[in-house]
């Protein structure tokens, strides 16, 4: 979520990228091979409306993995090299007003990452600038990836604008960018040491209101808001009705499941998992076994919060 809080592309990149070089020192710290765990690695990035900059980042991005991958921690699988990515579609990019421009910004998006080669798609509801999805709005959205995918054809081709000069260029440049992000990360620590100093947090506020007072310039365009505004009344979105019942049902079920579980097995479970956060062990076993237990979701966080706490971000931006 890097990008929908406010980092530009290449930071989103730099910063996604970064955190993997953190998860993947941690796991060979603790004495795992590298090929034992690399290919199951994959990857979260927001795509806006930006069409060239965002194929051009996801193409880096592959570049620079790979590399990272063979040259810096030795890895010899091809999997292990591989960038797989999975994506959101919309976000911040979304507006209330004209919401229905949404959709031609969605379809925008959503071609980008198909050329871009990422392997899965989440593209959002026009209407998310109001609320969750109706069915209709989710419809929309499942029929933008299918046109794409089945009508244009540009999913039939890996890499369709490889060889391009202004693609190549782009990208070229787009790993620069990224490159000297993770530079400074690494120079400054590492990327958990610029989380717990808040030098991560810092920057993405900064563009963030970069951004917004861009677009209050007018200097960033954004049709409906601060360009081509409609001088007709609101268009109308049916907004989701979140059926009242549904909080009362879950409470009934989880009251039932409470009823009959066996309370000494749920005790002992979460006993377990206590002990184990005390110390250095993975503690997936005994979250699991809690699970089976039938150890609410809010019992096993409560375990875990006793021990570590709550992370509160730094605010000293």
């Not at 890499?159 to 070229?172: H, I, Q, R």
């Not at 610029?194 to 007018?218: D, F, H, N, T």
């Amino acid at each position: 979520h890097f990008r929908d809080a406010g980092a530009t592309p290449a930071e989103e990149a730099a910063y996604t990228l970064a955190d993997g070089v953190a998860y993947v020192e941690a796991c060979r710290a603790r004495g795992l091979a590298i090929d034992a765990f690399a290919p199951r690695l994959s990857w979260f990035f927001y795509t806006y409306v930006n069409f060239f900059e965002e194929i051009a980042k996801y193409r880096a991005c592959r570049r620079l993995w790979a590399r990272l991958m063979h040259e810096r921690f030795g890895a010899a699988n091809p999997e292990s090299q591989r960038l797989r990515i999975a994506v959101v579609c919309g976000g911040h990019s979304l507006t209330k007003q004209e919401p229905l421009n949404n959709i031609a910004r969605l379809t925008i998006e959503t071609m980008a990452v198909a050329l871009g080669g990422v392997q899965s798609v989440f593209t959002a509801a026009y209407d998310e600038a109001f609320a969750i999805p109706t069915e209709e709005s989710a419809r929309t959205s499942l029929r933008i990836q299918q046109i794409i995918a089945y009508e244009s054809d540009v999913a039939q081709t890996a890499d369709p604008l490889a060889g391009s000069y202004f693609v190549e260029a782009l990208t070229n440049e787009m790993e620069a960018k990224i490159t000297a992000v993770m530079d400074e990360i690494a120079r400054r620590g590492g990327m958990v040491e610029c989380l717990k100093r808040g030098w991560v947090q810092q920057q993405i506020s900064r563009r963030a209101y970069e951004w917004e007072q861009r677009v209050a310039r007018g200097e960033q365009k954004i049709v409906g808001v601060n360009c081509f505004r409609s001088t007709e009344e609101p268009q109308d979105v049916a907004i989701y009705q979140l059926d009242s019942r549904l909080e009362a049902d879950q409470v009934e079920r989880l009251k039932a499941v409470r009823g009959r579980r066996d309370a000494s097995a749920v005790d002992a479970a979460l006993a377990e998992l206590r002990q184990a956060a005390e110390g250095t062990e993975n503690l997936m076993g005994p979250i699991r076994r809690a699970v089976r237990a039938y150890a609410t979701t809010g019992e096993i966080m409560g375990v875990l919060r006793a021990r570590f706490g709550e992370y509160r971000p730094p605010t000293d931006f």
